[in-house]
């Protein structure tokens, strides 16, 4: 079984700055890569970005680039999500998700809010 546990997460105004932590944990296997999503109030579940786990390429949703960054300790199976200049339109659950050769799993979620 594997676990995914979010941290991070939290309230700031517009402008500010806020790090999520994803940590995995159990029978992982093999995994392709981990990333984020995140869904605000009354919206579909969308994308935020990804990190091939092998080989480090990033992926961004077009409307986080330049402003968030993504990485990987890839020795603690851990991902990270660096947020910077937070907008209110990115208020919303941020989910960790780990893609493995077999599956996907989630994390509980992360509450981001945004607001001034």
Same mark, same amino acid.
């Given at each position: 079984?594997?676990q $995914?546990?979010?941290?991070g ?8 700055s $806020?790090?999520?932590s994803c940590?995995?944990?159990g029978?992982?296997?093999?995994i &392709?890569? =981990? %990333? ?6 009354g #919206?579909e579940r969308?994308?935020v970005?990804?990190i ?6 990033t992926l @961004?949703? !077009?409307?986080? #680039?330049?402003?968030?960054? &993504?990485s990987? !300790? @890839? ?7 660096q =947020?910077?200049s937070? #907008?209110p339109? !990115?208020?919303?659950? @941020? @989910?960790c998700?780990l893609r %493995?050769?077999?599956?996907?799993y989630w994390?509980? %979620?992360? $509450?981001?809010?945004?607001s001034?």
């Open positions: 079984q594997v $995914l546990v979010e941290s997460g939290g309230s700031v105004r517009p402008g500010g $806020l790090r999520l940590a995995a944990s029978s992982i296997g093999s &392709i890569d =981990m %990333g984020w999503y995140r869904q605000a109030p #919206k969308e994308f970005a990804t091939n786990w092998s080989i480090g390429n @961004y949703t !077009d409307s986080v #680039k330049g402003r968030f960054t &993504i990987r !300790d @890839y020795a603690r199976n851990t991902v990270s999500l =947020m910077n937070l #907008k339109e !990115d208020t919303a659950v @941020y @989910y998700n %493995g050769s077999a599956t996907d994390g509980q %979620g992360t $509450l981001v809010t945004v001034s």
